[in-house]
């Protein structure tokens, strides 16, 4: 048994507005050393597979059809 750590985040090029929400509360709140903030999503997944080859491709494949958007998102895994 295999565990997929997946980080999804807007590329870089995108706007995300939301970080931009989050950054600019941050500095209401006094955080005036705080920029670049951006939203993504975790996803944590148990994979059962003979290999950790087969958990990554499991995991690539999971990412590329589903968890994120190629067009407006990177990912990036680790299998553990």
Do not use: W
Not at 61 to 70: A, V, Y
């Amino acid at each position: 048994m295999f565990t997929a750590k997946i980080k999804v985040t807007l590329r870089k090029t995108i706007l995300d507005p939301q970080g931009k929400t989050v950054e600019h509360s941050l500095k209401s709140l006094g955080y005036d050393n705080i920029s670049g903030t951006r939203i993504g999503k975790y996803v944590e997944m148990k994979i059962d597979a003979k290999s950790k080859e087969e958990a990554n491709k499991i995991a690539e494949e999971s990412c590329k059809r589903l968890l994120s958007n190629p067009v407006m998102e990177d990912y990036e895994f680790e299998i553990i």
